[in-house]
């Protein structure tokens, strides 16, 4: 008789026992992070080169929380040398790239990346991301590679929203300049290179927009990180290569470009 009591007092506990296990209920709450997590899956490795700290700073703030935005600011340069260097280490999937820099500008960056862009199974693409919007500098880095171009008007939304444009593979151009590309490639009066242009090196090209925005020798050379004596030659060679008297010819020459 002891038996059969300890056999039901055995299946009361077995019984007792089950209803402890409706904690595996809390297992549905598991679903709720696959929806997060599906958002988190939007996610982009990016690159910011701007010679202004405290712009790179005011991006990094507005774009790179990872957690929201989805984007993972890797690295930051200043220059040409830190940028080639730095993308090269870190492999982004987008650089928002300026397109002055000290160094040689961003088509300069855009040349000696080449390789990288045209890596089919792990490609870095361009947006130039730049306080002008020259008809010079936007076909430059356009033809230098560059996926898009938009101005640092752009909100931070918007921002973010052409960085994963570019990663799928989109061109992206700021509202006004998407119709004046459109035209300065369509168009069959324009002249596809600007032959005067084409004698400068890139390096004369940045010392020329300097002098024809008015700065002094010395204020160009700590831009461009060098001496007085290197930029007396540039600007001799720019006036030679265009047939120019002085820098009030030259000032004339680079505003008729919109290069000012």
């Known amino acids: 008789m002891s038996d059969p009591t300890e056999a039901n007092g055995n299946t ?32 982009v490795r990016v690159v910011l080169v701007d010679d202004h700290r405290m712009f790179r700073t005011g991006v990094q703030a507005e774009i790179g929380q990872t957690a929201e ?24 999937e987008v650089v928002l790239l300026d397109v002055h820099l000290p160094g040689g500008g961003g088509v300069e960056v855009l040349r000696r990346c080449a390789p990288l862009m045209s890596d089919a199974e792990q490609p870095v693409r361009f947006l130039a991301l730049s306080v002008s919007d020259a008809a010079e500098d936007v076909i430059g880095v356009i033809r230098g590679g560059a996926r898009g171009y938009v101005t640092k008007t752009i909100t931070g939304t918007d921002l973010v929203d052409s960085v994963f444009r570019v990663q799928e593979g989109d061109a992206v151009f700021s509202p006004r300049l998407a119709g004046f590309v ?15 242009m084409d ?4 390096r004369e090209r940045e010392v020329l927009r300097l002098i024809a925005r008015g700065y002094a020798y010395k204020e160009i050379a700590k831009q461009l990180y060098i001496s007085v004596k290197t930029v007396e030659s540039h600007v001799s060679a720019v006036l030679r290569k265009l047939q120019l008297s002085n820098r009030h010819e030259l000032t004339r020459w680079a505003t008729a470009r919109r290069l000012v």
Do not use: C, M, W, Y
């Open 12 to 43: 009361g506990a077995g019984k007792a026992a089950q209803p402890a296990q409706p904690a595996q209920p809390a297992q549905p709450a598991q679903p709720a992070q696959p929806a997060n997590g599906g958002a988190a899956k939007r996610h």
């Open 69 to 92: 935005t989805g984007v993972e600011v890797v690295g930051e340069a200043a220059d040409v040398d830190q940028a080639v260097t730095v993308i090269t280490a870190t492999r982004p």
């Open 182 to 196: 459109l035209d300065a490639f369509a168009s069959t009066d324009a002249p596809p290179v600007d032959e005067d």
């Open 199 to 202: 004698r400068l090196t890139q």
